[in-house]
Structures are given as C-alpha cells and as structure tokens.
C-alpha cells in the first residue's frame, strides 16, 4: 500500500502560466506554468512535493513544462470550471488517472479518463493507450475525488448535467470499476 505524504498537492499550475509552490508551508509564487486557462486545472506532485505533471484537462505537462508525447487531445476543455483531477492508481508507483469533464462549451460535457504512465519517456511521464475512455455522457463542469474508507481506494463523482442524479466510481488497485454508484438527491 502506497502512503501519502500530503505533499503530492503543494504545487499549483493555473491561470495564464501562475503557479504556487507550498512546500515551505507558504505560497511562493511560480511563473514557469504554461497553462493558458481561465478555469479548471489540475496538478500533481510527487511523495516529497515535486511536481509531476500537470494539465487544463486537453493538453498534460510534464516536470519540464513541456507537453508528454501523447499528451494532447485530452477531452476536457478548459472553459470547464473542473475540467480534471488527477489521482494516483491506489496501489501503484507510476500510473495516474487524469479524469476529464468537457465544458458545456465544449463537446458533450462527457467525464473521461486516461492514463498517465510516470515511468515513461525517461520518468517524464507519458499519456498510455489507455486515452480518453467514456465513463459517462452529459455531466455538468464539477468533478471531485475522496478516499475510499478502506483508506487505499478512491471514489470519483460527478453530477449529471440538469439532474439530482450523481455517479460515483470506485478506483482500485485493479483499476477503474466502469459501472458507477448511482445516486439521485
């Protein structure tokens, strides 16, 4: 079982090439992000607090702020006020899951995931095969991930756009379990 530090989140990329690093328990403004949204981002560092890679939920970038060989072409959108979150694949040293959820400015507002392989490209990581797979259509712009109570596994949620009803899929060591917790509130 792979334990967290607290530190994989010190790092923020966002905005117009803004960044925040909180590694010294202060915020200590960054310039070197090279995103370009005015909405949602994601970002993810490693056990001691070094970033890993980050994205507006179309385009990844790895540690060097230069885009991952397959990392383009993701199926956020970065008018999406959550356009991705990224989490670890519990039980694993190098595959995140970049989840996805388009704008409604987008294309369908769908939630997709893919897969980042840190051991890839030298360690720089890489998008795999495993790129842009529909979980659900039509979700609105939110998308939030927690720890299972197992503390290992996570729940990732997302509403469906104009409804009460919220999906919730549960990732695992073995992956991501396609068939959600429906929940209408």
Known sequence: ??????????IW???????????SGSPVP????????????????????????????????????????????????NSSTQ??????????????????VDGMSGNL??????EVDIS????????????NILLTPFTCEKITAIKHQNSSDFWVIVRLENSNTYHAYLLTSTGIN???VITNI
Do not use: R, W
């Open 1 to 10: 079982n792979i334990q967290s530090s607290g530190n994989e989140g010190n």
């Open 13 to 23: 990329y966002f905005g117009y090439g803004a960044g925040l690093d909180f590694n």
């Open 30 to 77: 960054l310039t070197n992000g090279q995103l370009n949204t005015l909405e949602g981002c994601a970002s993810i560092s490693d056990y001691n607090g070094d970033i890993l890679f980050y994205t507006d939920g179309s385009v990844v970038y790895n540690k060097n702020h230069t885009i991952m060989p397959n990392g383009f072409g993701l199926l956020g959108h």
């Open 83 to 100: 356009s991705a979150i990224i989490v670890k694949k519990p039980g694993s040293t190098f595959i995140y899951y970049i989840f996805t």
């Open 109 to 114: 507002g769908d939630l997709n995931y893919s």
């Open 120 to 131: 890839l490209d030298g360690g720089l990581g890489d998008v795999n095969a495993n790129k």
């Open 178 to 180: 396609m068939i959600p």
